[in-house]
Nanobody, 127 residues
Framework: QMQLVESGGGLVQAGGSLRLSCAAS????????MGWFRQAPGKEREFVAA????????NYADSVKGRFTISRDNAKSTVYLQMNSLKREDKAVYYC????????????????????WGQGTQVTVSS
């Protein structure tokens, strides 16, 4: 089992920034591509960003492209999501996830391909 623990959420004004972190344990972190998803109230969970095992490749949802940056530090077993120019519509619970090792790369944007999930961290954006 891999345990994932997110942190860094909170309340921020529109236009502001937050940096989410997700600390992994229990498995060899560098063996897993990682992803961030989010779920807004009343909506389904949606893909935000993904990063390959070596960090060589990333993928973003169109709604966050140019504003969010995913990164990872394999030595620290941690994946990050830097969120800039936040909008009210970015308000959601953000989850980090580990891609099933049967798959590789950053093209997997569906939940069903991800094996492990964190408990989520709330991001609220005020106007």
């Amino acid at each position: 089992q891999m345990q994932l623990v997110e942190s860094g959420g909170g309340l921020v004004q529109a236009g502001g920034s937050l940096r989410l972190s997700c600390a992994a344990s229990g498995r060899t972190f560098s063996n897993y591509a990682m992803g961030w998803f989010r779920q807004a109230p009343g909506k389904e969970r949606e893909f935000v960003a993904a990063i390959s095992r070596s960090a060589a490749n990333t993928n973003y949802a169109d709604s966050v492209k140019g504003r969010f940056t995913i990164s990872r530090d394999n030595a620290k077993s941690t994946v990050y999501l830097q969120m800039n120019s936040l909008k009210r519509e970015d308000k959601a619970v953000y989850y980090c996830s580990a891609l099933d090792t049967r798959y590789t790369g950053t093209a997997y944007t569906r939940e069903r391909y991800y094996e492990y999930w964190g408990q989520g961290t709330q991001v609220t954006v005020s106007s």
